[in-house]
């Protein structure tokens, strides 16, 4: 399973954007990049998933380079509701078998009225 | 809602107890994982389960022991635990979504005395 490195804690204001940047240099061809997301006491929650280029959805957007040794997800706008954990995991795409994910310590994102 | 419940949501057990654990999915998952996030920590992968069967066991100690009836049902039976057991443990289910993503329950939230 693939390493991946985050910063430890961001701060933010609210309706600004937000980009956090996990490096993942030992990531694998078979890889895909994975972000969830963790409020205090719950589970963490599925974000958003990509392979290569960008991938945007309703809540956030994940730009990965040709070299695909780090990915930036990227949070439009944030509010206070964002504030959270941020989890970035680098391993098997949807082959829909079990997998075993490695969670790091994440990235604690903070937004400040 | 996550589709993932886990019962009960607290617990408080003495070092000579023994209680258990309940996790449940309804999203027609085959995969099940059990996870411990002690204070300020990662999250821990503890057992995976597919399709009823133990598929991993990360050097987790016998006072732990996972029991999977079923796809739809998870169990952590607990004895003789220890107060740095003392956790949230996670319970979560994958193999039905887009991409492969794992859902997580809320947690309990397990105090060792």
């Known amino acids: 399973l693939a390493k991946t490195t985050q910063p430890i804690s961001m701060d933010s204001y609210e309706g600004q954007e937000v980009n956090i940047t996990c490096s993942h240099n030992?990531?694998?061809?078979?890889?895909?990049i994975t972000w969830y997301q963790q409020f205090p006491s719950q589970g963490p929650r599925f974000i958003i998933q990509?392979?290569?280029t960008k991938v945007t959805n309703e809540v956030a957007s994940l730009f990965i380079p040709a070299d695909r040794k780090s990915s930036t997800l990227s949070l439009p706008r944030v509010s206070l509701s964002d504030t959270a954990v941020y989890y970035c995991?680098?391993?098997?795409?949807?082959?829909?078998?079990?997998?075993?994910?490695?969670f790091g310590s994440g990235t604690q994102l903070t937004v400040l009225p | 809602e996550t589709g993932v419940t886990q019962t009960p949501r607290h617990l408080v057990m003495g070092m000579t107890n023994k209680k258990s654990l309940k996790c449940e999915q309804h999203?027609?998952?085959?995969?099940m994982y059990w996870y411990k996030q002690s204070a300020k920590k990662p999250l821990e992968l503890m057992f995976v389960?597919?399709?009823?069967?133990?598929?991993e066991n990360n050097s987790v100690p016998s006072r732990f022991s996972p029991e999977c009836p079923n796809s739809s049902h998870l169990f952590l039976h607990l004895h003789t635990l220890q107060p740095e057991d003392s956790a949230l443990y996670l319970c979560?289910?994958?193999?039905?979504?887009?991409?492969?993503?794992?859902?997580f329950g809320p947690g309990t939230r397990l105090t060792v005395l």
């Open positions: 995991l680098v391993g098997e795409g949807p082959s829909g078998s079990a997998r075993q994910l490695t």
């Open positions: 030992n990531i694998a061809t078979n890889d895909y």
């Open positions: 999203l027609g998952h085959n995969a």
């Open positions: 389960y597919n399709f009823k069967e133990q598929t």
């Open positions: 990509g392979y290569k």
């Open positions: 979560a289910s994958s193999g039905g979504g887009l991409y492969n993503e794992q859902f």
